[in-house]
């Protein structure tokens, strides 16, 4: 696995990450001790790039993260997050980038991941009611303080981003972004690419469903929140479908499944993007990352471009949108 580096202020990571999520909540039962074996075989191939949140698992990825990285810090590029606050029971609480929020926000996960340092710390959300100078001013201040390297955005609008990084550089803006999610497209990757800032590309798999491996709705436990997502529900799933097939299509041509080629695609629309695909099983990280080595041609892109247009997907990426681009 080598290696990309995010923006212009220079942080190094492997090509591709890992997302932790779904090994605490979200994506049906989790098994700790597999998480664990699954993060300690990824930096065994090199992806050395972990991604988790404080609001997974309302604090146990963090914590599960941490353990399994304790003796194995100086391997790790460790991304956290925060804004996204939720209550003892896992309820939602609201969106909050108030200085004080961020503060405390940093050292409740540096706690849980047992660490001295954050390597990337991203605003999960902007919070609508605190300007995110404010907000970036509090994370500048944690970068002084040594509690945090780099600072990073998630699902943030072109505008907020341009006022962010004029009070203190953005070294990645972390977004959805896959064969099935290509908005980013017209204005998000030009304005980081403008200003020298990397991507990071979450649900490069399309939340899995670019991998084939759900035939139907029904196929997805009835713990898994994909089952609130419009683009897994009826009509939409039946015609997203459609995709699925000539996505199949063309994996077969080139000898790999549907998920390595739609990572591959994400990997090879520039040097600036890393993905972060996600998984809890060990068959899934090796497959993923075995997709650093495909190669697409010019031919490959035009028709994959052909099969899998911007828009062509139907349906919402949540079922509330109000929280993303703003």
């Known amino acids: ?30 098994d700790d001790a597999e998480s664990v074996a699954v993060i300690h075989r990824a930096l065994d191939l090199g992806v050395t790039f972990l991604d988790t949140a404080d609001m997974y698992g309302w604090g146990k990825n963090e914590e599960l993260v941490g353990r399994a990285i304790k003796d194995r810090r100086n391997q790790v590029t460790l991304a956290t997050k925060f804004g996204n606050m ?18 405390s926000a940093c050292d409740a996960s ?11 710390y991203y605003q999960h959300r902007v919070d609508p009611n605190t300007p995110i100078e404010d907000t970036v001013g509090a994370m500048k201040e944690l970068v002084a303080a040594g509690k945090v390297r780099f600072l990073g955005l998630s699902e943030a ?39 020298g800032i990397g991507f990071v590309s979450y649900s490069p798999l399309g939340r899995g469903f670019l991998t084939g491996k759900f035939p139907s709705a029904d196929s ?4 898994d929140f994909r089952r609130q997502h419009p683009r897994f529900q009826g009509e939409n799933f039946e015609k997203n479908l459609g995709l699925l097939e000539r996505v199949k299509d063309l994996a077969a041509e080139k000898g790999c ?23 809890k099983r060990l068959k899934y990280l090796e497959e993923n990352a075995a997709a ?22 139907a349906g919402d990426r949540y079922a509330n949108m109000s929280s993303v681009n703003r």
Not at 1 to 30: A, D, H, N, W
Not at 257 to 270: E, I, N, S
Not at 292 to 313: E, H, Y
């Open 157 to 195: 609008a072109a505008a907020t981003i341009r006022r962010a990084n004029a009070v203190h550089p953005i070294t990645a803006l972390q977004t959805e972004y896959s064969l099935w999610t290509r908005d980013p497209e017209a204005e998000i990757l030009p304005t980081c690419r403008e200003l």
């Open 292 to 313: 650093a080595q495909i190669r697409l041609t010019g031919d490959d892109l035009r028709k994959i471009d052909q099969a899998a247009p911007v828009g062509v997907t």
């Open 220 to 223: 997805l436990s009835e713990d």
């Open 257 to 279: 499944t549907p998920g390595q080629l739609a990572l591959a695609w994400v990997m090879a629309q520039g040097e600036d993007i890393v993905p972060i695909p996600g998984t």
């Open 1 to 30: 696995m080598i290696t990309r580096v995010l923006g212009k202020t220079g942080l190094t990571v492997s090509e591709m990450g890992l997302g932790c999520m779904g090994m605490s909540e979200f994506y049906g039962q989790g």
């Open 110 to 120: 540096l706690k849980r991941l047992g660490v001295e340092t954050i390597d990337l």
């Open 86 to 103: 939720r209550g003892p029971n896992g309820e939602f609480l609201g969106i909050s980038g108030t200085p004080e929020y961020v503060r």
